[in-house]
Each structure stands twice: as structure tokens, then as C-alpha cells.
């Protein structure tokens, strides 16, 4: 009876008991079984044998009080483990009338497992959009909206400035202190190859109720690494500015673009941090934003954001692209899996179309460049001495780190962020983007013409 005790169990689980009992040998057996221990226990000579007051003979005298007090207790734990079971897995499954109908003899059903539900969400940037777009976490909406249990992402406002670009800096914080910041009041952190002076300080801390910070650049983030040759850089430098590569003949805007394309997160102010917002001077915000960009970020599992795509001065970096193809060779494993270059591909040369995300604004991720993928890339480009010998600019290597360790889903266009840099902010004036389409870059919308050759060759649709 014991050793089918477990199959017993299974069939009353499976709502099979009835044909189990009827038609299985080992049913049988146990509906055998279980009738003689019903009769053992109801037989009067039994209880007797066993009553520890009855009065027995001699010629066959009781057990002991042990054996009897197990005997006993082993058969009414038996009985009470095929009640108890049967009661609880009954009263737990389906009607026995279904029961009786759906399990006919030879009407098997194998059991199929339940897969448990997945445990990430699978994100929804604009149904975020939709439930948080009401300064939801805004600190200045009191205490008790700063005080969610929901964990403030860790993240700043980052500007690379100079002393002398005051006004310009200011110009972007007011702005993006009414439109958003002085909402959510994430701090600012302002870097410079030199100290920032006290006016400067005291000309930007006075725009915001948020903590500022004021960094320096390490000296050697901001000047010719050893295997660069300087008389090689001068040459290029003379030959950029001749043929026109903007600020190509700047040695200054050579060490900014190095110091953007594969620095700036390696900073040690930023080492608590994790998101980050771009912010230069002489940037326009449009449009009042209502919802926590960094927490929408973070919530969607976004790694880069822009607002604009431009295309590049190809002659600014001439062996960009090879050198890309030859990291990508040497490395794939730090690609993305489902990396898509396609948008950034010329459909006749297959090489790189020199479009970019325009890095004059960007929100991003700081673990993502952090991460194995962009920073080989960067290192592998800056030891090719592509930031000195031509003007690997930051703009184009971002674009495409984000193409080579991101993959779509990724990236956010975020439409309803309007900034541009100087002439080109005159251009989108009183362009503000509506509504919770967010996330796309379309003709209708305006965005491919947007800032003097958007080259996006077709809509830009969140994840495709
Ligand atoms: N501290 C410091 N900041 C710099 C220097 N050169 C550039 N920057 C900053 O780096 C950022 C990018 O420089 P920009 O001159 O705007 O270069 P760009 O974005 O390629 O050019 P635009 O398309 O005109 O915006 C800006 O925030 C500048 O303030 C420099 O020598 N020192
Ligand atoms: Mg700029």
C-alpha cells in the first residue's frame, strides 16, 4: 500500500482517481489495500488484539504496547494522508463533474508546465510617457514627492565650458532651469581644461536651486598622448584650416573632441553618477518638459538620446570608418548582438554616410559608456592618433559606438527636447513638437530638414 501511496497522491492530483482505482493494476491494488486496512481497523477482533484494555488469552497473548501504539498510529496516519489529500486536492480542482466527463479511460492528458512569467518588464517608453508626463517626482512638488520609495536615478547636468563662454552658459541654464530643472533639480557639473573663476562660478550658481559643481579637467585628458607626433599634428592642423574643416585648425577643439568622445565618463566627478544630459552654451529649450527625463531613462532601459541627426564634414575624418571596420574585426565580441548599422550605411559604398547624432545636446547613459565596447573603441581610435592627425570630431564617434554596442530599442529621439546651438536655434524657433508622439523623427514633423540636413533616411521609429 505504501509504495503506491505517491501514485495514489498523482492520480487524485490529475483528477484521475476514480479511473485509476477502476482500471490500473496498481489502482486496483491500492483500492485494495486501502479496503483492508478499513477492515483491519473496523474488524472487532482487530480492536480487540489491539485495545490496550482487552483481555486477552493465554494461548495468544498481545502484542507489546509499542508495537501495538505503531501499529496503530502507522494506519491512522496512512488513513489520514489519503483523507486529507483527497479532501484538499478536491476541494482545490476542477468540479468532479468535469472531472467524471473529461477523464475517460485511455483520454490521457500529459501535463504541460507552467512557464513562470518573464521578470523584467518589457519596457513602453511612451505609456511611461502617458502615466508620467504630470511633473510626477518633481522635488518642487513637496516633500513627500521627493520622498517616493521609487529611487531617484543618480544623475547630472554636464557642461565642458570655458571662463569666457559666461553669458553663453547662462543663456542654456535659465532656459533649462524654467522649462525643466528647477522641478526636478538635478545638479550641474561644469568642466574646464583651467580652474573656473569666481565670476563664473557665481554667474551660474545663482541660476539654480540645484548643487553645482565645478571640475578641471586632468591635464592628461587635455593634451598630445605620448605617441602622437607633434610635428604631424602641426601639418594637419595647417591643412585642415586651409581646406576649411571647421575648427580643424583649433589645437583646443582637437583635445575638446577627444576629451567628449572617450573621457568625460572616465572623470572621477562622475564616478557616483549613472545618466548624464549634455548641455552646451547657447542652447534653446522650446518647450516646458514635464515628466523626469533621467527616471524615463532609466525606467525604459534607455542607453543614448538625441534630438537632432546632421551629417558630418567627411573630410574631417577620412579614415574614421576604416578604422571602424578593422575595430570590428579585431573585436566582435564586444558588439552588440543585434547592432544595426543599416541607417548609417551608404546603400551604394556600404561605408559609413558620415550622418550623426548632433552632440550638441545628449542624454545618456554613463554605464553605457562605461562599458567594455565603447571604451575599446574609443581607445582603439585615439592610439590610431585619429583626434590629432585628422579631426575625429565627437559627434561621429558616439553615433557610432551607439550603432556598434547598442542596438535601437536603445536610443530615444526625443522630439519634444528642442535645443540647438547657436545659428541654428534661430531656425527652429517657435518649432515645438506636440503631444505625445514622441520618439520619432518624421517629415510631418519636421525633423529631417531640421538644423540644415537631417539625415535620417526615413522615419525614425522607436526599437525598429
Ligand atoms: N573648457 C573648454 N571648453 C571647450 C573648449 N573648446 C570647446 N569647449 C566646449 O566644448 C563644447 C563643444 O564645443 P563647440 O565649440 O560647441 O564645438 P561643436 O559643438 O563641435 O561646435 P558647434 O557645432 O558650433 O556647437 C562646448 O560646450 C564648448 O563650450 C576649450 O578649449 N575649453
Ligand atoms: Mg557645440
Redesign the pocket.
Known sequence: MVRFLPVYIYHIKQHRLDNFLAHTAEGMATKNAIQDIWLALSSSTVLQHFLPMQISDSANPPPSMTLRALAISAALFIAFVLVASTLFLLRAGVPSADVMEVHNLGSYTPILPELPAPKTKVPDPVAWLKENSDNKYAVSNGVWSSMSLNKRPKAALI?????S?LE??RQSMMQLEMRWNHKYQYPWIF????PFSEEFKAGTRNLTAAKCYYEV?PKKH?SLPEWIDEARFMNSLEYLGTIGV??GW?V??H???RW?SGFFYRHPALADYEWYW?????VHYFCDINYDIFRFMRDNNLKYGFNMNILDDARSFPSLWSRTLSFMRAHPQLLHPSANLTWLLDSETHSYNNCQY???FEIGSLAFWRGAGPSAYFDWLDRAGGFYYERF???PVHTLSVGLFAERRDVWYFADVVGA??ESAAETGGYVFEGVVRGRLDEEEGGLEWGGGGCVGGRWVWGV
Do not use: Q, T
Open positions: 557642461s565642458l565650458v570655458r571662463n563662454e553663453g552658459i568642466f574646464n581644461d583651467e579637467v587635455w571647421g575648427k583649433m583646443s577643439y583635445h575638446m573632441c567628449n549634455r548641455v552646451e552654451p547657447d548632433f552632440s550638441n570630431g565627437d559627434a546651438g547657436g
